[in-house]
């Protein structure tokens, strides 16, 4: 189902459209704003997934251990030590 609705666009915007229409992009300048706001539509979607994820992946980290900074750069240089003696350097 389609709905008639009026909208206002720049001159730049207006441009724009017609050039996509014209150069057999799209069909109509309807067709080129359809498109865009199914673009805009599936970034807000996407958008919306990714912070929920971040919160999900945060809400995880703070139930799990926490290490201090000093207890991180032991880890690290630990594993350090191991590539390099892996490496035999």
Avoid at 23 to 31: D, H, L, M, R, T
Avoid at 42 to 70: D, H, M, P, Y
């Amino acid at each position: 189902m389609t709905v008639k609705s009026s909208i206002s666009l720049t001159d730049s915007q207006n441009a724009f459209a017609r050039e996509l229409v014209a150069q057999g992009k799209y069909p109509s300048v309807s067709a080129v704003l359809q498109q865009g706001l199914e673009l805009l539509r599936n970034k807000s979607e996407t958008e919306s997934l990714e912070t929920e994820a971040l919160r999900q992946i945060i809400t995880a980290r703070r139930k799990g251990e926490f290490v201090s900074s000093t207890e991180m750069k032991d880890r690290i240089s630990a594993i350090a030590a191991k590539r390099r003696a892996s490496h035999d350097l």
